[in-house]
């Protein structure tokens, strides 16, 4: 769960030019790019999912996975996943589907683990 990532910016805290700096943190150098303060949650959140992912890889908790997110967020968490984790992504569907009723939210992802769905 994230609920920070359902904010607006103007929702968000920022330093007083409004912009975060930095992929994971605010303040930095002049070698990151700027970011918004929504950019900076996707970022922070996506981290931590890798780092949760990597984690439960390490214990065996999983042996493939498949990865369901709104498309800019699939870019985002796909550049925080580690080689060892990206290596048992099976497929992805870069869709948001947490609008659905739990009935088409598994029908869904029994498509996806089938191999039927097709991406947009």
Known sequence: MNPEGRLKDGELA????GRWSGPDRPGGNAMHEEVSPIEHVAEVFAKRIGDYLEKARTEHRYDRLYLVAPPKFLGVLRRKLDRDVEKLVMRELP???SGLRIQDLQA????????NVRAP
Request: no cysteine.
């Open 95 to 97: 869709k948001d589907l």
């Open 108 to 115: 869904q992802l029994a498509e996806l683990v089938q191999g």
């Open 14 to 17: 920022a330093d007083a030019r």
